[in-house]
């Protein structure tokens, strides 16, 4: 594998001369998917399989198919799933159930996203949601104490895995308190360090084995009160790595997101310089494309290391009914979603 530490977006549902001379030249290390990219599954097959004939080598594909308000991957091609507080208020009422429903899921949708080539998904969420913040998060949280949304998150990683698709877990090391969303502005969590770390951060230990992570940017006031996670060494080095304990490639969250200052290289250039071992970029300009290549170095060291583990848990999909694990996770999940109307 040679490979700069970026993954890329593309801006449609082809790949353009353009876009195939720069992936040449530029070597990312993965592909990540959006709605503007996907139309129907052979199209989708097509495209991954151009990307990776363009690279020469079987390059991770990512996409962000949690459930609920973040479904890449929808009707009428592919089915829609709940958002993850289902999952949590299945909890609620049977551990087990929810943690079964959980793994459910996760195959399930592994199972979608591996018959188009797309091996890596963008989940399970342990971000711990505060009420009175904002509500990016929100339903997309499985719970609010931080053993259940592990226990939860655990299950949707298996079932992803059991599937063939690598997990990606996030935003380290939590979003849930978050006053803003980082999408268009840079969230400031003022809460106390003891705090953060018995409950936002605490969620995230026990999954600190995942393959892939992404961070947040959130400033953390009581560690770093200048950087956000996604560029602060002290959050890095301390927090994700340090008190987390995150031992997989730490990709950054999206560097063209309005949370980062500064010009797109320059964000890129923080991130891989805080600790990540990739910067993600997702809005398919050609030109912020570049940028992010121009500073983006050959993986190499530790970082090369955890990528090269991180793909290396790649699988085939173990055997699974799926339309018998479908008529299950209708008859009890979404059947449930719809008599509760939650």
């Known amino acids: 594998m040679t490979a700069r530490a970026f993954i890329t977006g593309l801006a449609g549902q082809t790949i353009s001369a353009s876009e195939r001379a720069f992936l040449r030249e530029a070597r990312p290390w993965g592909l990540i998917l959006f709605k503007r990219n996907i139309d129907n599954p052979q199209q989708v097959i097509e495209l991954v399989s151009s990307f990776r004939e363009t690279l020469g080598w079987r390059a991770p594909v990512l996409v962000d198919q949690e459930g609920g308000r973040v479904q890449r991957l929808g009707p009428p091609h592919w089915p829609t799933y709940p958002p993850g507080a289902r999952y949590g208020a299945l909890y609620d009422r049977a551990a087990a159930a929810g943690v079964a429903a959980a793994r459910l899921a996760g195959h399930l949708i592994a199972a979608d996203l591996s018959a188009l080539g797309i091996d890596v998904d963008c989940l399970p969420i342990a971000d711990v949601p505060v009420a009175g913040h904002d509500p990016v998060i929100g339903d997309r949280a499985y719970g609010t ?25 996030k935003h380290l090391p939590g979003h849930g308190r ?77 560097v063209s997101m309005n949370a980062l200052s500064g010009s797109i290289a320059e964000r890129s250039r ?5 600790g ?14 570049a940028q992010v290549a121009s500073v983006a170095p050959m993986l190499a060291g530790e970082a090369l290391r955890r990528a090269e583990a991180a793909l290396a848990q790649r699988k085939a999909p173990e055997d699974f009914d799926v339309a018998e694990a479908r008529r299950i996770f209708n008859d009890t999940v979404l059947a449930e979603q719809r008599m509760t109307g939650s």
């Open 276 to 289: 990540c071992d990739v910067v993600l970029h997702c809005n398919g300009d050609l030109a912020e494309m």
């Open 145 to 169: 104490e931080p053993a259940k949304v592990a226990a939860i998150g655990r299950a949707m990683a298996e079932g992803l895995m059991a599937g063939g698709v690598l997990p990606v877990l």
């Open 178 to 254: 978050a006053t803003a969303d980082s999408h268009h502005k840079l969230p400031v969590v003022d809460a106390p360090r003891a705090t953060l770390e018995a409950t936002d951060f605490a969620a995230f230990r026990p999954l600190n084995d995942l393959p892939l992570g992404m961070t947040a940017h959130v400033v953390f006031s009581a560690i770093d009160p200048v950087a956000p996670a996604t560029t602060s060494v002290t959050m890095v080095q301390e927090v994700i790595r340090g008190f987390i304990g995150f031992r997989g490639l730490l990709m950054s969250d999206d």
């Open 270 to 274: 923080a991130a891989l310089a805080a």
